[in-house]
């Protein structure tokens, strides 16, 4: 497709099971980004995947998440031993990132998986 | 960490209005973008900035790079009611450590618009 998918749309799961979210970016892009969006709030950085390069894990709130990017495309975040806070749209992005600056940064979102823990 | 204050929180408007809102930050930016969310949906990228000074339309939509590289402002003119929407501004800081590429988001503005 011409843009970031993500899959699935909605989740529900009980708490302290795990969850695994996908994405999949824009052909082409280099760069692939998580964030987290909690009802109401604004947008909170997960990681970031650049390339071959070893992935930002800064914004990643406790080592229940992890995410990991296969062949330079599609990404998966992994939610272990969910938790009633972990309720929020995750968001994904992409951008062409081929250098810095420019219009290479500007990143486009996908719909987002809504995800409920009950 | 960065810190980008978007303001106002939020702006109940009429029909027709224009309507602004900017975003500053606690350091140089060197890309400025403008996203819209509507309910249900990803942001939508609306404007983007890549200089200082830059001023960049898109239809009734006006941004603005502040010189400083510190600031940013959107324009809204003759506003609709599909401009309701949530409004995020984002930015990447001049910045080559291990955060690069790393984009800082508002808190958002929440935009609504009485037909």
């Known amino acids: 497709g011409a843009g970031v998918s993500q899959s699935p749309s909605n989740k529900v799961t009980e708490k302290g099971k795990d969850v695994e979210l996908r994405c999949d970016p824009i052909s082409g892009h280099t760069a692939l980004y998580w964030y987290r969006q909690s009802l109401g709030q604004g947008l909170e950085f997960l990681i970031y995947?650049?390339?071959?390069?070893?992935?930002?894990k800064s914004g990643l709130p406790s080592d229940r998440f992890s995410a990991e990017r296969t062949g330079g495309s599609v990404s998966t975040l992994t939610i272990q031993r969910t938790q009633q806070e972990d309720s929020a749209v995750y968001l994904c992005?992409?951008?062409?990132?081929?250098?810095?600056?420019?219009?290479?940064?500007?990143?486009?979102f996908g719909p987002g998986t809504r995800l409920l823990v009950l | 960490g960065q810190q980008l204050n978007q303001s106002p929180q939020s702006m109940f408007i009429q029909e027709g209005e224009d309507v602004s809102m900017n975003c500053t930050s606690s350091s140089i930016f060197n890309t400025w973008l403008w996203y819209k969310q509507d309910p249900g949906e990803g942001p939508v990228l609306l404007i983007a900035l890549y200089k200082a000074g830059e001023l960049t339309s898109n239809g009734r939509l006006t941004a603005q790079f502040g010189i400083t590289r510190k600031d940013s402002f959107l324009n809204i003119s003759a506003s609709i009611p599909s401009d309701v929407g949530i409004y995020f501004c984002?930015?990447?800081?001049?910045?080559?450590?291990?955060?690069?590429?790393?984009?800082?988001f508002g808190r958002g503005t929440q935009l609504t618009v009485w037909p």
């Open positions: 992005a992409s951008s062409l990132k081929i250098r810095v600056g420019g219009a290479g940064e500007t990143q486009y």
């Open positions: 995947f650049q390339g071959n390069s070893a992935p930002d």
């Open positions: 984002a930015g990447q800081p001049f910045d080559r450590g291990s955060t690069l590429g790393r984009l800082y």
